[in-house]
């Protein structure tokens, strides 16, 4: 379920970065010093170069500090927008209806499925227009 995230740390295999920062100096053979905003003073500068991408010049690939809203303990919250779509996928003894969620700051490509009870649980807001897309039943196969 998503919620608070920690900075850095996403769903599988979905980078997100922050920035662009400039880099200041180069520490070691695979560290650099970046140049943070005051904002981030909590955040240590050095990083390993597997934690860095270039900055290609893409703006909107670039989301700022201030529309992520950090908080002190460098955490965020996801803010869901809409329901994209809805599954109804039967187990063996049960059915289980997951929806794909459009998040704040993310693409459609990053939307994510989530829980259909745990959603209406924490944002009811987003189904009270009553109109979630239904693309039919999935089935999960069972090798047991």
């Known amino acids: 379920m998503k919620g608070v995230m920690r900075f850095g740390k996403k769903g599988k295999l979905i980078s997100r970065y922050i920035g662009p920062y400039r880099i200041s100096k180069r520490v070691g053979n695979v560290a650099y010093e970046l140049e943070l905003p005051q904002k981030l003073v909590a955040v240590h500068p050095v990083s390993h170069i597997s934690m860095l991408k270039k900055c290609m010049g893409d703006p909107s690939l670039?989301?700022?500090?201030?529309?992520?809203?950090?908080?002190?303990?460098?955490?965020?919250?996801?803010?869901?927008?809409?329901?994209?779509?809805?599954?109804?996928?039967?187990?063996?003894?049960?059915?289980?209806?997951p929806v794909k969620v459009l998040w704040r700051n993310q693409?459609?490509?990053?939307?994510?499925?989530?829980?259909?009870e745990d959603m209406k649980k924490r944002y009811p807001h987003l189904f009270e227009?009553?109109?979630?897309?239904?693309?039919?039943?999935?089935?999960?196969?069972s090798t047991l």
Do not use: C, H, M
Request: hydrophobic share 35%.
């Open 129 to 141: 227009s009553g109109e979630i897309p239904d693309q039919g039943t999935n089935s999960l196969l």
């Open 107 to 116: 693409f459609v490509e990053e939307a994510t499925w989530e829980a259909e």
């Open 62 to 97: 670039i989301i700022p500090t201030e529309d992520i809203r950090i908080k002190d303990s460098l955490s965020y919250e996801e803010i869901p927008v809409q329901i994209l779509d809805r599954q109804v996928q039967k187990l063996r003894t049960k059915e289980v209806s």
